[in-house]
């Protein structure tokens, strides 16, 4: 078993910055590929960011290209989404996933393990 837990979630202004994180522990977190998805309220899960095992590879939704960032830490076990810029349509709670078969990509029923969410609030 994994377990994923993310913080960093809040309220923001409009054009603010929030700095997600994504702290993993029971598993070998450096051999996963991970991701963050969201989801707003009566809207399906949406593929946000990934980033693949070593960090080299990352890969975004075009929405939040340019604007937000994806890494990782493996000696820390932590995963993190720097968010800027933010817009009022980025209002979602914010989940990090992993995928131990490093071939999810953005489909989210491919992922193994899922952390609880994180509140994101854009105000305009």
């Known amino acids: 078993q994994m377990q994923l837990v993310e913080s960093g979630g809040g309220l923001v202004q409009a054009g603010g910055s929030l700095r997600l994180s994504c702290a993993a522990s029971?598993?070998?977190?450096?051999?996963?590929?991970m991701a963050w998805f969201r989801q707003a309220p009566g809207k399906e899960r949406e593929f946000v960011a990934a980033?693949?095992?070593?960090?080299?590879?990352?890969y975004y939704v075009d929405s939040v290209k340019g604007r937000f960032t994806i890494s990782r830490d493996n000696a820390k076990n932590t995963m993190y989404l720097q968010m800027n810029s933010l817009k009022p349509e980025d209002t979602a709670v914010y989940y990090c996933a992993a995928d131990r078969s490093a071939r999810a990509g953005q489909n989210a029923a491919r992922y193994d393990y899922w952390g609880q969410g994180t509140q994101v609030t854009v105000s305009s």
């Open positions: 980033i693949s095992w070593s960090g080299v590879s990352t």
């Open positions: 029971g598993r070998t977190f450096s051999t996963y590929d």
